[in-house]
Nanobody, 122 residues
Framework: VQLQASGGGLVQAGGSLRLSCAAS????????MGWFRQTPGKEREFVAA????????NYVDSVKGRFTVSRDNARNTVYLQMNSLKPEDTAVYHC????????????????WGQGTKVTVSS
């Protein structure tokens, strides 16, 4: 599975962005998908995950109620809708695929896309 994230950019605090992660490969719909973020000097942080069917989701506490993860298996794409953005959301966001749902650590994911940068100004 090859993944490519897009949709990052510069936004003011309180604004919104929608990240997309396009996947290649016919087995996309069998993978759980996750979003992680990373800032310089820090470890990659789990943000959100969704199971293969889209029926289960999980979020880090700091984004609950503001971010929504979704997927469209027909389009081989997973999304991260980010609302009420805060300066502390500034990071490079990565999407990842896992064979099983439920992982919140980087090692739980098998495939990674390149990151897309999100900058939130105060």
């Amino acid at each position: 599975v090859q993944l490519q994230a897009s949709g990052g950019g510069l936004v003011q605090a309180g604004g919104s962005l929608r990240l997309s992660c396009a996947a290649s490969g016919r087995s996309f719909s069998t993978y759980a998908m996750g979003w992680f973020r990373q800032t310089p000097g820090k470890e990659r942080e789990f943000v959100a995950a969704i199971n293969w069917r889209g029926s289960r989701t999980n979020y880090v506490d700091s984004v609950k109620g503001r971010f929504t993860v979704s997927r469209d298996n027909a389009r081989n794409t997973v999304y991260l809708q980010m609302n009420s953005l805060k300066p502390e959301d500034t990071a490079v966001y990565h999407c990842a695929a896992a064979r099983t749902y439920g992982g919140v650590d980087s090692v739980d994911y098998d495939y990674w896309g390149q990151g897309t940068k999100v900058t939130v100004s105060s």
